[in-house]
């Protein structure tokens, strides 16, 4: 993997690593706008300040918009959350083995 590459993903993990930001477009992966209050019930425990500082950090990498019904994931969002779909077969098989283990 070239520097540039190891760079781009460097970016997008510490984007991503931060507290409830997967949670936040994990949440609009549906493609349905969603009011400030909606999303944050969607998301769950995350506070009104953490919630803003999510969605302008989302907002300025280009993942996720406002438009007059609320916010939605843009076309980049949505392409970083097709790949990430992989992610609910794999913790399905992943929760299974853990439950299988023993103790």
Do not use: C
Request: glycine residues 8%; aromatic residues 6%; charged residues 20%.
């Amino acid at each position: 993997m070239s520097s540039k590459e190891n760079s781009a993903i460097g970016q997008l993990l510490d984007l991503l690593e931060s507290r409830y930001a997967i949670r936040v477009l994990w949440a609009l992966k549906d493609g349905h706008p969603q009011t400030f209050r909606l999303l944050q019930d969607s998301v769950g425990t995350i506070t009104p300040n953490t919630l803003n500082t999510r969605i302008k950090e989302m907002r300025e990498a280009g993942l996720i918009t406002h438009g007059s019904d609320g916010y939605i994931v843009t076309s980049s969002g949505a392409d970083l959350l097709k790949r990430l779909g992989d992610l609910t077969a794999f913790a399905t098989k992943w929760s299974a083995n853990l439950a299988k283990k023993p103790v």
